[in-house]
């Protein structure tokens, strides 16, 4: 168990958490005025990208040179992390609106957690830690200012502001996450 705790908190996780909750109740009081509709997705796709934000900076240690000669196997622990975020991040807000708010249904909420954490994960791969979040906050500045969502691209660069059911928004969420979990827990962080 010492492990466990050495590792969250080489991983900034503590932070990481503080930061997620943070978030989450301030989406939560915004939505509170009741200037959007229930229906409108931005409220619940910022929350959910505010979280894997907050928690991408510990998809990198304080020494990668010394995490890649640990005795131990990295894959299955980095693939753990990932999904563990997806998880977390998917939580909060179901937690949130159990307050009284209702800001997305579970399937969105499932839909772009992973979606969102794959991406972090890919970003984590490519551009290291420090700069995983700018996948993720990209693609959602990309879809906030995207023309309607008439043809299968422009359902695949909006995907996180979709309605869940969405069959181009489901398989882009899917293939990110898969594709974010793979290579995140094979190559790890970038130096």
């Known amino acids: 168990m010492r492990w466990l705790t050495l590792y969250a908190r080489s991983r900034q996780v503590p932070a990481s958490l503080a930061a997620v909750a943070i978030s989450a109740a301030t989406v939560w009081a915004l939505a509170r005025d009741g200037n959007d509709g229930p229906g409108d997705p931005r409220l619940p796709a910022l929350v959910l990208a505010a979280g894997a934000t907050a928690a991408s900076i510990g998809l990198g240690g304080q020494d990668l040179a010394l995490d890649r000669t640990a005795a131990i196997r990295w894959v299955p622990r980095r693939a753990a992390h990932v999904l563990l975020i997806g998880t977390v991040v998917g939580a909060v807000l179901p937690a949130v609106q159990t307050m009284g708010e209702d800001l997305a249904t579970t399937a969105f909420v499932v839909r772009d957690s992973a979606g969102l954490t794959g991406l972090v994960a890919v970003g984590a791969t490519v551009f290291g830690a ?56 094979v190559a790890g962080p970038r130096r």
């Open 130 to 185: 420090q700069y995983a979040w700018t996948l993720p906050i990209s693609w959602l500045a990309l879809s906030l200012f995207a023309p309607p969502p008439t043809s299968t691209p422009t359902q695949v660069a909006t995907w996180m502001l979709l309605p869940p059911g969405t069959t181009a928004a489901t398989w882009t969420a899917l293939a990110l996450a898969v594709t974010g979990t793979a290579a995140y827990a």
